[in-house]
């Protein structure tokens, strides 16, 4: 009996949801009675599902980039991502399956395959990324007409919170039993969750998960934005990921500590004394270099651009700082075996697998090049010139500019990838909004 089939009887499963992460890091995949699971052959997908817009839909020149047939994938399971499902009605799993092509071989549109090509570069060199991502949402009342602003829900208190309690342990509290079934969710399925805080905005949360493997957190990251989903539901309310979910509130991220090992599992940023590695600058200086590039990986979304502005507490250019929050790039003070870098770029509508890809590939290229990073910026970085893009058209202009990421990602991939967020954009730009009625409509 192999082990998933094991596993699979041991918590009496009925059903299986088989799923692949999409290019926003959602879930696609199929319900599979655990009996017809169990008799063995991969389930299949169609491999356009991987090139789906936000909305649904595909780009005008998809075939470019999967087979005009709408040829099936292979899914094969990854026993390591086995978990219950712990709010469904009947005993079901959920299992991360990778995709392959008819050939045998890996799905190149995959992004977790993507984040695979990426780790395997480390393991040629015999090092080892080490990450912990910190991943922020709101949770909103239900909002059923999407011209109606999000509020703030209501807490056991009875009232919404009105004002930005942050690191409040009394407005945490005030949702004390979302946030305990968020919790014994998380445990059940084995999720390395650690601290809760509440940020800066209005009912907004921020999860601080144990560092680890790459892979693996990236695994976890998907699986608990659905289950934060889940649960708010539970509740009644809806938690969002959404990069800039209200105009007055800052917006959420997903920020990303990395450090990278050594064969003997020695921090390679760090000396004995405390001092900083030549690969460490080289690797931060990766990160200045090839964030412009990248930026659509971390902001892959129109909205995500809201974020990204002056005066809204996110990165706007490319400094970097020792335990500086107002940087990009933030080298937290630790002592030599923790040394480490926080990528705060991405969004939390970011997908895990692209955002983790892109910020090793960049430190991993920057060590290659023995690059040179700038001085550590002193003071307040968002005050300085923006340097990333504005936009999500903008931020895709450079995004297969530089041979050796194209190299890394894939022609295919960031072809695909480009056509499906230009024609995002493209669909997004036609929207008349309120501000241009109001303002524009009899003073031009």
Known sequence: MDVIEQWLRE??????????????????????????????GNPKLPESILIQTVTGEYSDDHWDFVEPTDADMILKPDPSTMRVVPWAREPTAQIIHDCYTADGEPHPLATRNVL?????????????????????????SRNTDPDNELEAPTGRSGRPEMSRQSYSIDAVAEFEDFVEDMYDFAEAQELDADTLIHENGVAQMEINFLHGDALKLADQVFTFKRTVRETAHKHGMYATFMAKPMQEEPGSALHIHQSVLNAEGRNIFAADDGTHTPQFLAYIAGLQRFTPDL??????????????????????????GIDNRTTAFRVPESPPAATRVENRFPGADANPYLALAASLASGLLGMELGLTPTEPHQGTANEDAVEVARSLEEGLRNLMSTPALVDIFGDLFLRAYTAVKLDEFEEFNQVISSWEREHLLLNV
């Open 11 to 40: 918590h009496q499963i009925s059903e299986v949801e088989a799923m692949v992460p999409d290019l926003t890091g959602n879930a696609r995949g199929k319900f599979i009675p655990a009996a017809q699971f169990m008799q063995g």
């Open 116 to 140: 695979k090509r990426v780790l395997a570069l480390y393991a040629e060199k015999g090092l080892t990324p080490v990450i912990a991502p910190e991943v922020e949402f709101y949770l909103v």
């Open 295 to 320: 930026i659509s990986l971390y902001a892959p979304n129109v909205n995500s651009y809201r974020r990204l502005a002056p005066d809204i507490s996110a990165p706007i250019n490319l400094n970097w």
